[in-house]
């Protein structure tokens, strides 16, 4: 069943060992081999700072605590509100109740979705959902995470995303 996998495919062995060979040893190089391997291909992905957490092609930045950071739309002829967990130059994290997910499944575009920092509107754009799991808050109880990216962002919606993300830096630096 795994030895169609390349780690696996290592510890196969296609002829049986001679006696004075030690096949042990031989499974703990090749062992050694694939765990160096993916110990490199971790570091690869490091970011910048080195703590190892990012894996995008872009940095993602969790909101701090302070002003409410959330994204308005319509959907379904109703209006929506959800709280953004995490902010990048290439999308959004969303958070909120399953009823507040109703409707968002993956690939489904939300087009003219308006970023808001408390009740300054900081950015229109288009969002393709990614992403969606649900999850159960010891607090809020049954949450539902919604990964976004954004799509055809024009030069000055960039601008002001940059800035946001410098704003979020910035409070979360002190």
């Known amino acids: ?28 190089k090749a062992t050694d081999d694939v765990i160096g391997a993916a110990a490199a291909a971790v570091l690869a992905e490091e970011d910048a700072d080195g703590d190892g957490d990012e894996r995008r092609t872009t940095p ?23 709280n953004v967990d995490d902010v990048s130059l290439g999308g959004l994290g969303l958070r909120g109740t399953v009823e507040e997910g ?39 109880g049954e949450q539902v995470h919604i990964g976004c990216r954004f799509l055809g962002l024009n030069p000055l919606a960039e601008a002001e995303l940059q800035r946001l993300l410098a704003q979020l830096m910035g409070q979360r630096a002190r």
């Open 102 to 140: 109703r409707g968002l499944f993956l690939g489904q575009k939300v087009p003219q979705a308006r970023v808001m920092v408390g009740d300054q509107l900081v950015l229109v754009a288009d969002l393709e959902v990614r992403i969606r799991r649900s999850f159960r808050s010891f607090l809020a």
């Open 1 to 28: 069943m795994f030895s169609d996998l390349p780690m696996f495919r290592l510890l196969r062995r296609s002829k049986p060992p001679a006696a004075d060979e030690t096949p042990v040893a031989d499974t703990a």
């Open 60 to 82: 993602r930045r969790d909101v701090p605590l302070g002003p409410a950071v959330r994204v308005e739309f319509m959907l379904l002829g109703r209006a929506r509100s959800l």
